[in-house]
């Protein structure tokens, strides 16, 4: 890639931007159209600049519930069918800490308004 080009948060961004700009002027009947692109390259944006290091952090938190209660939870749906089956009920707070934690990093990436303040960063 060349590298007078800008990079894909920075296009995401562009674009978002644009789509802000001309919604108060786009008619009506697509206003809401516009307004969930808008929501969407938001969502976009901050998966390209949380995502990954999220994706670690959910996996340690497994990890970790995995060497404490010595019952594989490599990942969410793992750890959701250990938790319907009870077998984490003797080891409750570490399950709820890696569920919470997982919730959370979900939820900075598709809707970080809706954290409350003790789990909000600064997000894109």
């Known amino acids: 890639m060349s590298q007078n080009q800008p990079g ?22 697509d206003r809401y159209h516009a307004m969930c692109c808008s929501y969407l390259l938001a969502v976009a944006e901050r998966e390209l600049t949380l995502g990954a290091a999220a994706e670690a952090e959910m996996q ?9 209660s010595g019952i594989p939870c490599a990942n969410e749906t793992e750890l959701a069918n250990c938790l319907r089956e009870g077998k984490l009920d003797t080891h409750w707070e570490a399950a709820l800490q890696s569920v919470l934690l997982q919730v959370v990093a979900h939820v900075k990436v ?8 003790v789990h909000q960063e600064r997000v894109p």
């Open 8 to 29: 894909l948060p920075d296009i995401l961004r562009e674009v978002r931007a644009f789509i802000d700009a001309v919604t108060p002027v786009v008619p009506e009947q």
């Open 60 to 68: 340690a938190a497994r990890e970790t519930l995995s060497e404490v």
């Open 110 to 117: 598709s809707k970080p308004t809706h954290l409350d303040s």
